[in-house]
């Protein structure tokens, strides 16, 4: 008996419609990965969303209700208090008895302190002190109240033929330096420090007495320095130099250091709204926001 060619030769056609198919049949894993990709992405918003609510809850001062950390972080309070539960249940977020109230729970205290106990004022400045160096060609260093007086703990000097005479350890004068004049222009009054400004006005000679008011001398140029936001002098503490001065705050806006920039006077421009007077603010600014400062 023949065989019929034609029921031999019959092949089935694979058509592109069946090839997607066929390819998912033999991936088994595309699936899933895909799933575990959609996952991922859930947790990585979910986290994110966290962290904007306790972001949001530190910046109303650590104690908010519903209402008000939803609006600041754009939810709704009904979105918000979903992850308000969560943040609660890792310690990070407290409600109060009467529970209108949320704040921030032991678990963030406790980070909130880690942080601060890394939060060294000079560590920290060690960038703006190059960089200082490295774009303005001055000497930069940053001192902290010593009980002689300001002293310099840091210390950075440009590749120039030019030395200025001060180092690491080298105390600045109160009254005649920027740097003393920054610390006591705006941080709070320290009996300490009063006295210190107190013998070095007493020893100042007539041409320096001239360059201060007559009457409240003290009082004058605190306010001066205080609005023009740094201290600036020209030719005033060394022969030939001029310098610039700005504060370093920490949370709590207590000055803890200073940042000076200065250089030789014929190249440098001391003008509180110079380049750079406006440099060394940027920077002093940056660091006191590092340590937990809000303006």
Not at 201 to 206: I, S, T
């Amino acid at each position: 008996m023949k065989k019929d060619k034609k029921t031999a030769d019959v092949v089935l056609p694979t058509t592109a419609a069946h090839e997607p198919r066929a390819r998912k049949a033999r991936q088994p894993g595309v699936a899933v990965e895909a799933a575990d990709g959609r996952e991922r992405r859930q947790r990585v918003q979910a986290a994110e969303t966290c962290l904007a609510v306790l972001k949001a809850l530190a910046g109303l001062g650590g104690r908010a209700s519903l209402t008000a950390i939803g609006a600041a972080v754009g939810e709704s309070p009904a979105k918000v208090h979903r992850y308000l539960a969560s943040l609660m249940a890792e310690g990070l977020v407290e409600q109060d008895r009467g529970g209108t109230q949320y704040a921030l729970g032991r678990e963030a205290i406790h980070i909130g302190l880690a942080a601060m106990r890394q939060n060294d004022p000079v560590r920290m400045a060690e960038p703006a002190l190059q960089q200082l160096r490295e774009s303005l060609q001055v000497t930069s260093f940053v001192a902290v109240m010593g009980n002689m007086g300001p002293t310099i703990v840091r210390f950075e000097e440009p590749s120039l033929p030019i030395t200025v005479n001060v180092r690491v350890g080298s105390v600045m004068s109160m009254l005649w330096s920027a740097t003393g004049r920054a610390f006591f222009a705006f941080m709070e009054p320290q009996p300490e420090v009063e006295a210190l400004l107190a013998r070095e006005l007493e020893a100042a000679g007539p041409e320096q007495r001239r360059l201060l008011h007559a009457s409240r001398p003290l009082e004058q140029l605190r306010g001066e320095i205080r609005a023009a936001g740094c201290a600036a002098i020209r030719d005033l503490n060394l022969p030939g130099i001029s310098a610039v001065a700005a504060p370093l705050r920490d949370y709590n806006g207590h000055v803890v250091a200073v940042l000076c920039a200065l250089g030789a006077s014929g190249g440098f421009d001391p003008d509180p709204q110079g380049r750079i007077a406006q440099a060394v603010c940027e920077q002093a600014r940056a660091i006191s926001a590092s340590l937990g400062y809000r303006d």
